[in-house]
């Protein structure tokens, strides 16, 4: 995924400062592990997955919704970093997506408590705040919440995973913001292409 899978390192050999363009017409692809956005995303399905199994109604259709809502949510960050190689306006497609599956989430856990009367915390409460310095925890995974997820009724489990959507939220606007200036800045692949030609044909000529 970062372009260094150990075949392509270099060893002195068949380097020049030509073959390493100031812009590359294939950028190094990110490792969408590495990404706190796709851990926390990450997190928020296993959560997801628990708790509309064991807290709502066997038929429930909101089961399978919430469920996928969560999984697109992971699986287009995901996407949206592969696809970064070659269209970076394909990253910020999917990326976007991502972050319309997580809100839509977001909605159904708040759903959930308000139609059971139960408390939705305030970001400036004790548990919130909690949550938020578990959350600073890097990498992001599962079991930094598992304890919680398992032991403690549906109503802290929802705030937690409200915090956790909130958090990804965060972060996926943050990098769609940088996305969309390296968009701007350098283009995508058929600028990209456009300059190495214009690059190569000014090496030709020297």
Request: aromatic share 8%; charged share 35%; glycine share 4%.
């Amino acid at each position: 995924m970062n372009g260094n899978d150990g075949k392509h390192e270099n060893n002195g050999e068949n380097t020049s400062p030509a073959s390493h363009d100031a812009h590359p017409i294939l950028p190094p692809r990110g490792d969408y592990q590495t990404l706190l956005s796709f851990q926390k995303a990450e997190v928020v399905y296993d959560i997801t997955f628990r708790f509309a199994h064991k807290f709502l109604d066997r038929g429930d259709r909101t089961i399978d919704q919430m469920i996928q809502s969560a999984r697109s949510g992971k699986k287009n960050i995901l996407e949206g970093s592969k696809a970064a190689l070659t269209s970076k306006e394909t990253e910020i497609k999917l990326t976007n997506v991502a972050r319309a599956s997580l809100e839509e989430l977001l909605d159904d856990y708040k759903d959930f408590l308000r139609a059971r009367d139960l408390a939705i915390w305030d970001k400036n409460s004790r548990e919130a705040q909690y949550v938020r310095k578990l959350g600073r925890k890097t990498p992001q995974t599962y079991e930094d919440y598992r304890e919680f997820v398992e032991t403690r009724p549906p109503e802290v489990v929802a705030n937690i995973a409200l915090c956790l959507i909130n958090q990804t939220n965060y972060l996926i606007d943050r990098q769609l913001r940088r996305l969309e200036q390296d968009f701007l800045k350098e283009g995508g692949l058929r600028e990209r292409m456009t300059r190495a030609r214009l690059q190569a044909r000014d090496r030709q000529r020297c």
